[in-house]
């Protein structure tokens, strides 16, 4: 009577949410509407989740979300202002970091990685990596499609990391420009 995952379970129930028997689900989950939400199996999704599901959102099967997760599908006309909804789709085997925002439309491929802080605006191929924060507009790291899950993965960078955002120590500074100059 007194479990708190029982209760959140409850609740998705409630709010005509789809899911599996293996679900987990963090404190302070938010959802903003009934329905448009379906859950794969042997899913986790981290306290502080916020789902904004005007638009429908599928998470496929082995999901794992760190700390706060934000799928948000409301969308805008970028001329008249008028609101909207564009569907985001995650397929299985994703893994987000803590603090990942997906918006709208937004399509991410299975055995999937986001790293903590990304702000996922596009789409994610199948097998790929996607680390960084938008910085006027662009990826400071981009997504980059593997060969194999178990391959070594290779960071690309886009453009050069700015140090100011970063807060990084000397050691990582000199790691990362390694990895960019392969």
Request: aromatic share 4%.
């Amino acid at each position: 009577p007194n479990d708190p995952l029982a209760i959140r379970r409850l609740y998705l129930r409630l709010q005509r949410i789809r899911f599996s028997k293996v679900l987990w689900i963090g404190r302070d989950f938010y959802l903003q509407t009934s329905g448009n939400l379906t859950i794969g199996d042997r899913c986790a999704l981290g306290e502080h989740t916020m789902i904004l599901n005007w638009g429908t959102v599928t998470i496929g099967d082995d999901f794992l979300s760190a700390p706060g997760l934000h799928l948000n599908t409301g969308t805008h006309d970028v001329e008249t202002l008028e609101p909207g909804a564009a569907p985001i789709r995650i397929g299985s085997r994703v893994w987000c970091g803590a603090n990942v925002t997906v918006l709208a439309g937004v399509s991410i491929g299975d055995d999937t990685v986001i790293g903590a802080g990304a702000v996922v605006c596009a789409d994610l191929p199948p097998r790929s990596v996607a680390v960084g924060v938008q910085d006027e507009g662009q990826f400071l790291v981009r997504g980059i499609e593997l060969p194999t899950v178990a391959e070594h993965v290779r960071i690309e960078l886009v453009q050069p990391l700015d140090r100011r955002h970063a807060g990084l120590d000397a050691e990582k500074l000199h790691h990362l420009d390694r990895l960019a100059s392969r």
